[in-house]
């Protein structure tokens, strides 16, 4: 099946600071999410984003289908942006196939 | 709307009991699904349903079943609970088709047995 890597694994940001979060995926993709995980478990969508570019508020996404990757930029980041940060992608059929996400913590 | 409602948020089982997780959408969705999510992972997808009647086995389906009856409900039955089934269930539906398969999650439902 498709494999899906994300890096990096953890991250540690000072409040205000920027980060970009990758997804790197094995084969082509009909469908790509990025989902935050909060510290209550809840799965947030971020973007639903098989190619192009996106952007919400302090949060955007890129996905270059042809080079099978796609990151996540979050600017200024916020205390309430902690948590785990997903990357899903449906190859063929109609399951999401997650990474394992990248862990974030925004320290104050 | 209220999107994907699921119920129990907690539940505690012993070994070899059974229970039904319940999953319900207002979206009007066809699609819907079932997935787990054990400590430190993403999440597998156990069954799949495009529409009324019709279900499908996703990458983990051993020691559960799966009924739709209508669209807007998707329940999960657990059989003979197993210590190896405790992990945090998330239901989700999407509209379906390959042009719109955004999916979105329920709250989840953390299972604990013991």
């Known amino acids: 099946g498709i494999q899906v890597e994300q890096s990096p694994p953890d991250l540690i940001l000072q409040e205000g600071a920027n980060s970009t979060l990758r997804c790197n995926f094995s084969?082509?993709?009909?469908?790509l999410q990025w989902f935050h995980q909060n510290p209550w478990g809840q799965l947030i969508n971020l973007f639903y984003?098989?190619?192009g570019t996106k952007q919400n508020g302090r949060l955007s996404a890129t996905t270059v289908a042809t080079e099978r990757y796609s990151l996540l930029y979050i600017s200024s980041s916020q205390t309430t942006d902690s948590g785990v940060y997903f990357c899903?992608?449906?190859?063929?059929?109609?399951?999401?196939?997650f990474g394992k996400g990248t862990s974030l913590l925004v320290t104050p | 709307n209220a999107g994907v409602t699921q119920t129990p948020k907690f539940r505690i089982l012993k070994i070899g009991q059974s229970m039904t997780l319940q999953c319900t959408q207002d979206?009007?969705?066809?699609?819907m699904y079932w997935y787990r999510q054990d400590p430190g992972m993403g999440l597998k997808l156990i069954y799949y349903?495009?529409?009324?009647?019709?279900?499908d086995k996703g990458e983990v389906p051993n020691g559960y079943n799966v009924s739709r009856s209508t669209t807007e409900d998707f329940p999960l039955r657990l059989e003979l609970a197993a210590p190896s089934q405790t992990s945090v269930y998330f239901c989700?539906?999407?509209?379906?088709?390959?042009?719109?398969?955004?999916?979105?999650f329920g709250p989840g439902t953390r299972l604990t047995v013991l």
């Open positions: 989700a539906s999407s509209l379906g088709g390959r042009l719109d398969n955004e999916q979105f």
């Open positions: 084969d082509s993709v009909n469908n």
């Open positions: 984003i098989p190619s």
């Open positions: 899903a992608v449906v190859n063929s059929g109609y399951a999401l196939n």
């Open positions: 979206m009007n969705h066809n699609y």
């Open positions: 349903s495009v529409g009324a009647g019709i279900t």
